[in-house]
């Protein structure tokens, strides 16, 4: 038993260490500890490690649609604030616990109060819901690469293509169990480190092909304008506590808060590199990607046609065609983008797969490859459930409203992710205490926002997200719409 323990620890830092890939930790199996290589690309290696898992199709899916379908402007404040507010505190606390309990959630929140492991648990069950619709999604992507490839561009760019698509039966589910086969056979052979480095490449290639597509759009799109300013100027009358809800949830998501992700990669993280400088650069670099993806998509989607405003999930994938197709060369540069597109999604997917798989691994000490299947077979089912959403059960609405995919991902991001941040605020205002935490950080360095931070952890945190998570689940269940 005890041996048992002991492996499962040492497995488990090696299921992370592909995350770091080779410029900041090397494994010292004999001694199961975490050496590290030299200072600076140790700083480097985990910005951008926490960064590569934190970027995805949150940020270049999601987030403009959200961003749309909430008043613009307005969603982008609130965004902002609450990242440098919430998501720096956030962040940081996850982060220290990590670094000061060196385990990955569950043992971390053990190891500090053997009470309080369920807040590691609750969290780890997150990634296991999200998994199964981001591969949905992570589908949808290659259907358009693959479209873009065999020159179906204008068809696609035409009418409700997109509607039309998920409508149908068995093509998405196809297009699904490949993404997901995929990420399962990359996990599978550990090859992650291969993808880790193709996607380093890629993606300031994506940053500068978005750039440029937004420069193209504004250049040649009439009506543009109007677009621009629904994106970025606020409508302080489009303000509903939806607006609030939203961007929070969001505000998780992107970041991977409120799921253990952040712990894990704490407990990598050497102690004299700052946590508070590598969040901020986290932030920048998350949010500034999700801005640009937004750019590109919502004053696109206002100038062409405004009822797409409030389509969801299907946002970008109706609006990019049509931008590409209004471009020369568009056919080869839509295929670039949404391959591009798909190596983030899977660099992502596969993040989200590992850690699913060790959960699984080391709570029920099972075989690695049967913890593989078992999480493969149960995100193909969940999968399943968001695919025919769209198609054959379109009827089934829960809540009265929600789709599958919608409901796994409210449930995710709108109750689960609130609920598993406000025990961690109450964690450490009353079990471990902030001092905790300010004194982790400050290990490497002045801890400059202290002050904001052990004001928003006791106080404005906890009283933000109940209200938040009251709203969320009201307007859930319809008792109020927005
Ligand atoms: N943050 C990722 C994105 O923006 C999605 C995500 C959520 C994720 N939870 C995760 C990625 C856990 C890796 C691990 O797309």
């Not at 620890?9 to 975490?34: N, P």
């Not at 404040?77 to 440098?84: A, E, M, N, T």
């Not at 986290?282 to 206002?302: K, N, Q, S, W």
């Amino acid at each position: 038993m005890h041996f048992y323990r002991y492996y499962g620890k040492i497995y488990k830092r090696q299921l992370y260490c592909f995350a770091f890939s080779e410029t900041e930790i090397i494994m010292d199996h004999s001694k199961s500890t975490v050496a590290e290589r030299s200072s600076f690309t140790g700083k480097i290696g985990f910005v951008l490690a926490a960064a590569g898992s934190a970027v995805g199709l949150g940020n270049i899916w999601r987030f403009p649609y959200l961003a749309a379908k909430y008043g613009g402007g307005i969603f982008l404040l609130v965004y902002i604030i609450l990242s440098v507010t919430f998501g720096f505190t956030l962040m940081v606390a996850e982060i220290a616990i990590g670094r000061k309990t060196g385990q990955s959630p569950i043992g971390a929140f053990r190891s500090l109060d053997k009470r309080f492991s369920f807040i590691g648990v609750l969290g780890s069950i997150v990634p296991m819901l999200i998994l199964p619709y981001y591969s949905v999604i992570g589908g949808w992507v290659i259907k358009y690469s693959v479209g873009f490839i065999c020159g179906e561009m204008s068809n696609m760019a035409g009418g409700d293509y997109f509607g039309n698509y998920i409508g149908e039966a068995w093509e998405p589910v196809i297009w699904f169990l490949v993404f997901i086969c995929v990420t399962a056979l990359i996990v599978l052979f550990g090859v992650q480190k291969g993808i880790e480095k193709v996607s380093k490449i890629v993606m300031p290639v994506l940053v500068v092909l978005m750039i440029f597509v937004i420069t193209y759009t504004f250049i040649t799109t009439e009506g543009v304008w109007d677009g621009i300013v629904y994106y970025l100027k606020p409508d302080f009358s489009k303000f509903s506590y939806m607006t609030v809800v939203s961007a929070m949830g969001q505000l998780f998501y992107s970041m991977s808060l409120a799921m253990g992700i952040m712990i894990t990669f704490g407990s990598y993280m050497k102690k004299g590199i700052s946590i508070e400088k590598s969040v901020h650069q986290i932030e920048i670099f998350d949010t500034g990607i999700a801005f640009l993806a937004g750019l590109m998509i919502v004053p696109a989607c206002v100038a062409y046609d405004p009822t797409q405003i409030s389509k969801g999930p299907g946002l970008m994938f109706g609006v990019l065609p049509r931008i590409f197709d209004n471009m020369p060369g568009g056919a080869f540069v839509g295929a670039a983008f949404f391959i591009m597109v798909l190596l983030a999604a899977l660099t992502s997917s596969i993040s989200l797969m590992e850690t699913v798989v060790s959960t699984v691994h080391d709570k029920w000490k099972l075989d690695r490859k049967l913890s593989l299947l078992i999480v493969l077979g149960a995100s193909i089912i969940l999968g399943l459930l968001s695919c025919f959403g769209y198609s054959i059960w379109s009827d089934v609405k829960l809540f009265g409203k929600l789709q599958f995919l919608d409901f796994f991902d409210f449930i995710t991001n709108s109750v689960m992710m609130p609920i598993v941040a406000l025990l961690t605020c109450i964690f450490i205002t009353f079990i471990i205490k902030t001092k905790t935490i300010d004194d982790e950080v400050a290990l490497s360095g002045k801890f400059k926002m202290k002050r904001l931070f052990n004001v928003m952890i006791p106080y404005i945190a906890p009283i933000c997200l109940l209200v938040i998570l009251v709203f969320a689940i009201l307007e859930g269940v319809g008792v109020i719409t927005v």
